[in-house]
């Protein structure tokens, strides 16, 4: 691997300091994007259970800020259950827009590196290029240059394509899952505003299959 750094040369040094960063974004919102993380299973049936009992508490607003970011938004709309249906949906969603910059924390920056990587690789091809011209000389070619302005030219064009092809699927992945897990938040914030406003039966979650 030092080898192959080495044939390089200084251009791929910037794209190796690209790729650590791509790894640990990818790391870190596959941590953050797990599903029961931000959507735990239940969370709805136990705020209307809840609500249903004890009404709203500042207990239960305080629990659910810190449980998740459903309960974020769950919590927005039940600090204005007392309100109209209109001023509870708009709580929550404000509450959901800044959820979903959360969410969509770090993908621009990981869609940035998709996106300049393969130009920092052609960046390396024009100076392996530069080499391979400077190597000539009127007395002849220096053989020595002429392979390493090569070696320059092809690794870097190549890592900066390795580099940007899975930080672009990362990339659409990530942004897949925040819109499906936005859409499903949604989807429950609206059950818990048409229940505290009586135009729906209370919600007792996804039917169960029989056996």
Known sequence: MFEIVKAAGWPIW?????????????????????????????????VLAAHRKHGVTREMLAGLDLDSPLGRVLGAGL???????????????????????????????????????????LFGTVVGMIEIFGSQAPTGSNPQQLAHGISVALYNTAFGLVIAIPAMIFFRYFRGKVESLVVEMEHQASKLVDVVHGERLDYAGPPQEQA
Do not use: C, Q, W
Request: proline content about 4%.
């Open 14 to 46: 910037p794209l190796l300091l690209v790729s650590i960063i791509a790894v640990a974004l990818i790391i870190e919102r596959f941590a953050m994007l797990r599903t029961e993380k931000i959507i735990p299973s239940g969370l709805l049936e136990k």
């Open 79 to 121: 600090r204005n259950v007392d309100s109209s249906r209109y001023v509870m949906k708009e709580a929550i969603e404000e509450a959901g827009r800044g959820v979903t910059h959360d969410l969509e924390r770090f993908l621009n920056t990981l869609g940035t590196i998709a996106t300049i990587s393969p130009l920092m690789g």
